[in-house]
């Protein structure tokens, strides 16, 4: 089972995951504890999974990805951090647990994420058993998809339009880049560390591109008909802030829809692989057909 | 001169400087348009010089530092930024300008300040003309220096003892990490990309650990007796926030004494370079003798 595959992985990358922040000082532990506390509040590392997957995938050996899967789990973390920040979000809770600023204040909080930003590219770059160049165009596209036309300019256009209604341009403009970026990140790095063929790069990118969808379109229909109890995160709260979804654009029914065709072509990109792509495949039902 | 030179440097490095930031799409532009103004806003470039310099006096050749001189130049400004906010150190004003906050809204300014980090490392990963082993290193040494036991280190600690006494071993701890470590960091990065042996590291290192302390002290000396007229910035904010400082901890008179011998420290760190260091060793006299 799937499902089973990636709570092991989680299980394991945690464990790694812990040991990788350590402050020469203790002054300044404070901002340390800060980054290890969000590091390890949870999450499924879908990330660092997809990075791991698709360079066994395009012929990747052994365990060289791991410092590029602390890296993207340690940018999509600050991203959570930050987003979180009164003058962003305000939430004050993540993951059932109180969200970074509210257990070590705004300013660690800030400077925790700043920390886990700077030190992916440092754990990144210590990377061993895969040519430089292949490191080096890792580490080009993490910063390409992570910045300004990536993920932080689908942050920028969501707050924008926090308050204002978005058209279904906008809204694919927004997931394509909040969300879908970072996964594609972790789709390509895989593929760019096993040193991956043209066409193996490509599919890795479609794929990427109609799981991001397929993902959001999910939690907004989660969003619109699941329990509290049964997602652990309020439910409504889109409605509830006025704010557009696919779901108030399209209509439950469409959206479903659209999600069954999304996951049908991300699996469908996987053709090039084989039967080697079954686990990817599975994950793309696994994200996808949710409980709704 | 050596102060012509650095004026003439950072002109033609400005224009460089502002062609790098560029959004792919206009609905975010508010967040790359907040990068380009906190970026221009003004600055010594001393951090960008000094990667040039030092890759020139080891032998290095060509243009081929001009990404990381950029990629520092994002890092010491996104801490600028993110520095200013609210939460942290509230400024309004930055080199005579409303600071980025204040211009762009407090969520843009914290964008904007992730924006120019993680485009630091996409810069510099795009080096040409030097071996990919050396970009690894330099970018290795970039996150090192930025990182949780360097700048954000030190930024930590400050903000520790913003409201109690510290004492000179706190202080030197601060100093070194807070502005010292992105100094220090330049100049090995220059010698990194030059594929220097390990004595010139060595020197640059101890040359950048010198004169970031006599900068420090210089820095406290003028805040305690310079005018704001000439400074172009408030005098005695440390007086009036009770701040410690190296002046309040060892007097004036030693201060003084103090930068001059480090300001000799600096200069004889480069006798292994012979008379090809002439640039930085005047450098190093422009820099802590200042007019107090």
Redesign the interface.
Known sequence: MISEKIKNYAARFEEYLSGL?R???E??S???EA?RYSLLIGGKRLRPFLIREFYTLCGGQGDHTKNFEAAIEFIHT?SLI?DD????DNDDMRRGKPSCHIKFG???A??A???L??????VA??TEGVP??N???A??V???F????GM??????D??FEEKAADEA?LS?ICRLKTGALIKAACVIGCLLAGAEPEQISAAEEYAEAVGIAFQMVDDILDETGSAEKLGKPVHSDKENDKSTFVSLLGIEECKRRVVALTEEAKASLTVFGDKAKDLSDLADHLCIRDY
Chains 1, 2 share one sequence.
Not at 85 to 88: E, F, Q, S
Not at 117 to 122: V, W
Not at 146 to 149: E, Y
């Open positions: 922040i402050e020469e000082n002054e300044y404070v901002v340390a980054c600050y930050h920040l009164p003058c962003m705004e300013a660690n800030l400077l994420g700043d920390a930003l700077t030190e992916a590219f440092g770059s210590k430089p160049e490191v080096i165009k580490i080009s993490l910063s390409e992570a910045g300004i036309n932080i300019g689908g942050q920028t256009t707050l924008l906008i403009l």
